[in-house]
DNA sequence: GTCTATAGTCAGATAGAC
DNA sequence: GTCTATCTGACTATAGAC
């Protein structure tokens, strides 16, 4: 164990240096800018010495997504602690918003570019509703099946449906965001509030609780210290070329 | 003018040719697969043959893209003939959506990939609230706005933050779905139904202000006809290179 | 571990012969 | 109008010297 110990944590560094630079790089300019030689041209290395390290620049990518995506799952985690279901669902309806914005790299790659990312982060959706899946869908999913059970829903709605319907809200306006800046002319949190009343009826007359509306701190602080929790399964595509 | 008529019918049929061509391959492999190579060897011709006809694959592109989003108003036009605002608006958001399902590919570069469309196609939101402008966005802000004048929204409704909204669910359903085939487990039109009722009510009970004009149905003059018009400035973006 | 050098592909676009 | 031939440049990934 020591010896594999020790092997691991002399490759580390360089690892970190590639992944710190194909970041930066993602972050400036894109995922479709990102390619191998840049990575290298940025650390002073050759070309050569990143596949030591990683199989193909797919594994980068992914090793950057799976960051990205615990990031989003980061600042989900204080919401959790809302006890009232409608409160926790608006914290995490403005935190996925305001995640999109902040890290439009990561957003874009997670869920608009990349298929099979795209795919787990839906993994979880179907058994979320009772489960305490920590899937972003799964979250969401669980407060709006709480607040049917609280009575908030129309009692006839299908919560697994509305949650899907919500979060297809919110992934349109970060998408169409992230595709035009001058998308929502109305200022995004305003945007956000408007589907959740439109959706839950904070407009309409509160039947029966008034929530006295207490204001979320959306700004979650995010002491988040990048996790570098890269992807486990190598799971090497190598690139099926059509002839 | 007779020369000139002469010179662009004889070059039309080869353009066709190498248009048709070019959305076969969209439409069977996705727009990152269109090269000029492809459309040269499709039909039979030299890679060079292409650039008499066409500036850049860009513009080939363009071409395309433009034919889309022309089909998609085309799917709009007789909606416009409902004289019920809602139920106009119920067709709006399922045509839309069906759209999107039918034509993938020509719905991923109009909303999902190339940006300069994108824009293209919010250009008119802004003022569609009181125009009556062809653009997607501003048929569904104009149904919004009609209903709100009709009672049907809650007189504190921001009609247009509600059609920005709106727009971003129907985005949200069909980009999730185009990125992961299992997305609504929600059969679509039932999602589409879930979000309308829950916007608008019909799931809801009437309480109080219910919509008791019901039958006050603002005709709609616009009669558009399927406009052809397709709007593009060669704008012959060269692909910047960044060194 | 790291490098140089290179294989092997693909791409967009152009020059100039026919 | 159309072709062949080519320029230019991007990319992933590998082999083998140091």
New binding site residues.
């Given amino acids: 164990m020591g010896t594999t110990e020790r092997?691991r944590r002399?490759?580390q560094p360089?690892r970190e240096r590639i992944l710190d630079a194909a970041r930066l790089i993602v972050t400036r300019d894109g995922f479709a800018?990102?390619?191998?030689?840049?990575i290298a041209d940025a650390i002073?290395?050759?070309?050569?010495?990143l596949?030591?390290h990683f199989?193909?620049?797919?594994q980068i990518v992914r090793a950057l997504c799976a960051e990205g995506y615990a990031q989003l799952l980061e600042r989900f985690a204080p919401l959790a602690a809302i006890a009232d279901p409608a409160e926790r669902l608006k914290g995490l309806c403005r935190t996925y918003v305001a995640f999109g914005i902040e890290h439009p790299q990561s957003y874009r790659l997670i869920f608009m570019e990349d298929q099979p990312h795209t795919d787990a982060a839906f993994a979880g959706t179907a058994q979320a509703v009772d489960d305490s899946s920590d899937t972003a869908s799964g979250l969401i999913a669980r407060s709006l099946a709480q607040m049917k059970t609280a009575g908030r829903l129309p009692a006839s709605a299908d919560a697994a449906a509305w949650a899907e319907a919500l979060w297809a809200t919110l992934h349109g306006i970060v998408a169409l965001h992230l595709m035009d800046a001058t998308f929502p002319r109305t200022p995004l949190d305003t945007l956000v509030d408007t589907a959740l009343d439109a959706w839950f009826g904070s407009a309409r007359e509160p039947t029966s609780a008034a929530p006295s509306a207490a204001g979320v701190a959306l700004d979650v602080p995010a002491a988040l210290a990048p996790k570098r929790r890269s992807a486990k399964r190598p799971t090497a595509k190598?690139?099926a070329?059509q002839?």
Same sequence: chains 1, 2.
């Fill in positions: 092997k002399q490759k360089l800018a990102l390619s191998m030689r840049k002073g290395y050759a070309p050569a010495t596949y030591l199989d193909s620049r797919d190598p690139k070329a002839p």
